[in-house]
């Protein structure tokens, strides 16, 4: 059994952390991890989407061809998620469609914590294209760019903190969603700090894929 998370930009080490939390969460799933060298170093709206379209869409088709079972795409824009799916014979998942359904099997309200505001719109309409407008308290920009995440963890993290907090007490919702593949490494330490469900969207691909 084998199932890939596609990382479409093409910062090797953010592809590391998302495997190690999708091996943790579904050891028996056997999931691999690619990286997209072709694409930029990250995804940060709409031009950087279109940009890793072309090799996003050419590892999806090696992924099919080498027999894998499933494909999670990392990144929270679900980018080129449609046109993955269309020339897919095995499931793909984007973590935004994965967490947004982990969050309305448990009927809760939320609302997503992102990084840059040039991704609010994207996030705003994927929502809604999925059919869980309904369930949006607000999706949120923490102004941390996705590197940041990796190059000032700490920083990034206290910003994420901050936004999340202000979630919690303004928005009216029972949970909140970590907005980008490269918060998946804070999931944890933002659990133990907050009284209220955190989703990720990475682990909650993991979990979702193989039932499919």
């Known amino acids: ?10 910062t090797r080490s953010m592809t590391e952390a998302m495997l190690a939390v999708a091996q943790a969460t579904a050891p028996e799933a056997g999931f691999q991890g690619w990286t997209s060298t072709g694409a930029p170093p990250a995804i940060q709206g709409r031009e950087d989407g279109e940009a890793a379209t072309a090799p996003l869409l050419a ?36 973590i935004c469609q994965a967490a947004c359904h982990m969050a309305a099997l448990r009927g809760w309200r939320f609302s997503v914590v992102t990084t840059l505001a040039v991704s609010v719109p994207i996030l705003e309409e994927n929502i809604a294209r999925y059919g869980f407008a309904p369930l949006l308290g607000r999706v949120r920009a923490s102004d941390v760019p996705v590197l940041a995440l990796e190059d000032d963890p700490d920083a990034a993290g206290a910003r994420i903190a901050a936004e999340l907090d202000r979630a919690r007490a303004e928005d009216g919702i029972d949970a909140v969603i970590l907005g980008c593949a490269g918060m998946a490494k804070l999931t944890a330490d933002l659990r133990r700090r907050f009284a209220l469900p955190i989703l990720d969207g990475v682990e909650s691909a993991a979990r979702l894929l193989p039932a499919l």
């Open 59 to 94: 590892l999806v088709d090696r992924a099919n061809a080498e027999g894998m079972q499933g494909i999670v795409i990392g990144c929270f824009d679900d980018t080129a998620l449609e046109q993955a799916v269309a020339r897919s014979a095995v499931p793909v998942l984007g």
């Open 1 to 10: 059994m084998a199932h890939l998370i596609i990382n479409p930009n093409s």
